[in-house]
């Protein structure tokens, strides 16, 4: 522990990411450290519309594999 008021600047780092902070515990820095294949190459940055086009894309693969192995939640409305 250190004595009171005084302070110390300083850095945190893990497998998941790095943190420092200054003096006065302000975070001077943070980052991640993503494992690979999970960051897409050339991509940039996806902003809320393009993150829906995406979700729905998702969804719709998924239902589509679900409904052709035919292993629905029962719920699906009767044809005949």
Do not use: C, M
């Amino acid at each position: 522990l250190l004595p009171y008021g005084q302070r110390t600047s300083g850095s945190l780092s893990t497998e998941a990411g790095s943190l420092q902070w200054s003096r006065n515990g302000e975070i001077t820095s943070a980052g991640y450290s993503y494992p690979e294949g999970y960051l897409t190459k050339d991509v940039g940055y996806i902003g809320a519309d393009g993150r829906g086009v995406l979700r729905t894309e998702y969804l719709a693969r998924v239902f589509a594999a679900t409904a052709s192995r035919g292993t629905g939640n029962g719920n699906a409305p009767r044809t005949s």
